[in-house]
């Protein structure tokens, strides 16, 4: 599981060895834009955020291992298509979250579908 930045530089070594690199979004993001967890200021630093999950996702294909992001599609709200386009196997979220997640991804189509239902 890799959920600090810390854990991102060591990306090679652990696809190296395991099958599948999991990426706990939700903590990688609050480590990554907290400046200081007590006085809670937050950095604006998604293009950081990016670079090292595109880390993640380069080292799982040296390897040959998958690469998979879990968390909630909230906690990255403008970002569902750029998430999409990083190229990992697969995203983990709740069963809450498909619908929302499938029609940001697809341009509204879920909903249109979740009417129709």
Excluded: N
């Excluded at 395991?18 to 950095?43: K, M, P, Q, T, Y």
């Excluded at 990255?76 to 298509?81: I, L, R, S, T, Y």
């Amino acid at each position: 599981m890799i959920d600090s930045p810390a854990d991102v530089f060591h990306a090679d070594a652990l696809a190296l060895e395991s099958e599948l690199l999991a990426v706990d979004g939700g903590a990688l993001l609050r480590s990554a834009i907290f400046d200081d967890e007590d006085a809670g200021h937050a950095l604006p630093c998604c293009p950081t955020l990016a670079r090292m999950l595109r880390r993640v996702v380069r080292a799982a294909r040296r390897s040959g291992c998958k690469a998979v992001l879990s968390g909630e599609p909230e906690q990255f709200p403008q970002a569902p298509h750029a998430l999409s386009e990083l190229g990992f196997d697969a995203l983990s979220v709740p069963v809450r979250s498909l619908l929302p997640l499938y029609a940001a991804l697809s341009g509204g189509a879920a909903d249109a579908e979740a009417k129709a239902t």
